[in-house]
């Protein structure tokens, strides 16, 4: 037989016979892979599951649910320059001193969040005595470090007491300690992209905007967000959004040594609420100032002082402290030797939401320690906002 003829009668006939044979093959390894699998999932004796999609089916409605919660603390303004810096220094340099009367709160929770009102310089030499150029000395870092403070607001008037570079020390020994500043960046779009910290797979994202600052930017580049950049906040609380399950905006405005927030305020807070972030936290006026539910959402117009060295007034040595819980909802699959659940998992964690909030009174001893107040002293601080009770709720 020609070699050609024999080319032929394999294309023509043994070709197509051996195609056939193939896919007679795949058919019954794809049958029998389907039976095997079928057969080690869990049997439903309400339904009658034929196929690999019904079984998927069933499965989404019994995917367990896991309810977690995180609680932060938020604080008003930490200032730790001047006489909080001396007593520091004359402690031993010990960045932990101003803390020693509240550290049981602070250590209690997931994390804290506060506004750094003192910039690092990273001269510890340079303690002003008086003014308002402030210098924190670079071991102060110590307390916010082993206190919790995962979150810091870096937007406010003194941002810039120590030029551009402070701003670019004080980012740099933040992200060194693991620590979270928003409201600065090296340009006005990252001082607008905000943070986010994950606890127990929830994601917690900040921002932070401030009415204006007491010095200008060195370069007149200004890198700090501020509080009438209304766009650049709606489009910030956006994005933020989209890798969060809870927002919180601080807010660092209002007038000095009153009770009362202003117009500013109230605008900007509104605006944060209503372009879908869920709570915003003020400070700057040194004293405590109303909380307002708006939309359903939490407004606290000032946290007053948390450390600080103005002793001068009883209503400077008064602050508030927040003990935030958030609960969410986390899916979770089931998986040998035990459940795992993970925002990465079975999609994202569903939306965060408050469960409630303790309010802390302070107050402030010894140029720079707060303590949580007495009863008599809480109750006397919370009626100068017309607040009852210590506990709030959605």
């Not at 510890?124 to 307390?143: K, Q, R, S, W």
């Not at 007149?220 to 209304?230: D, F, R, Y």
Request: some cysteine; overall charge negative.
């Amino acid at each position: 037989m020609k070699v050609n003829q024999l080319t032929l009668i394999l294309i023509k006939y043994v070709l197509p016979l051996l195609a056939l044979l193939a896919a007679g093959l795949g058919l019954y390894q794809w049958q029998f892979n389907q039976d095997t699998l079928l057969s080690s999932l869990p049997k439903n004796s309400d339904s009658d599951l034929q196929s690999l999609e019904d079984y998927y089916q069933a499965s989404q409605s019994l995917t367990p649910q896991t309810n977690t919660t995180v609680t932060l603390n938020a604080v008003g303004d930490i200032m730790l320059s001047r006489q909080v810096a001396r007593n520091m220094n004359q402690n031993q340099q010990n960045g932990l001193w101003p803390y020693q009367n509240i550290e049981q709160i602070l250590l209690e929770s997931d994390f804290n969040f506060g506004n750094l009102e003192s910039p690092f310089s990273g001269n510890n030499n340079l303690i002003p005595p008086t003014g308002l150029e402030f210098n924190a000395p670079t071991y102060a870092i110590d307390g916010l470090k082993k206190y919790n403070f995962k979150v810091l607001s870096l937007a406010n008037n003194h941002v810039y007491d120590q030029g551009d570079s402070g701003v670019t020390k004080t980012q740099d020994l933040l992200i060194q300690n693991d620590i979270i500043g928003v409201g600065t960046g090296q340009s006005k779009q990252s001082a607008w992209s905000g943070g986010v910290k994950e606890i127990n797979g929830v994601k917690i994202g900040f921002l932070a905007a401030t009415y204006g600052t007491n010095k200008p930017s060195n370069t007149g580049q200004t890198t700090v967000a501020k509080i009438s950049e209304l766009q650049m906040l709606n489009d910030a609380i956006i994005k933020l959004k989209s890798s969060s399950d809870f927002v919180i905006v601080s807010m660092h405005a209002g007038t000095e040594y009153t009770y009362q927030e202003t117009f500013a305020q109230t605008n900007f807070a509104h605006q944060v609420i209503q372009a879908g972030a869920d709570m915003v936290i003020g400070h700057h006026p040194h004293w405590i100032q109303p909380i307002e539910q708006y939309q359903g959402k939490y407004i606290f117009y000032s946290l007053g002082n948390f450390i600080f060295d103005q002793m001068w007034s009883q209503n400077t040595k008064e602050g508030l402290l927040l003990q935030i819980t958030l609960e969410s909802n986390i899916a979770c699959i089931a998986a040998q030797p035990e459940m795992q659940c993970s925002a990465g998992l079975q999609g994202s964690t569903s939306k965060a939401e408050v469960k409630s909030i303790n309010l802390v009174p302070i107050i402030i001893e010894n140029f720079g320690q707060p303590r949580p107040a007495s009863s008599e002293e809480a109750t006397n601080i919370l009626q100068k906002i017309n607040i009852q009770t210590t506990k709030l709720f959605p």
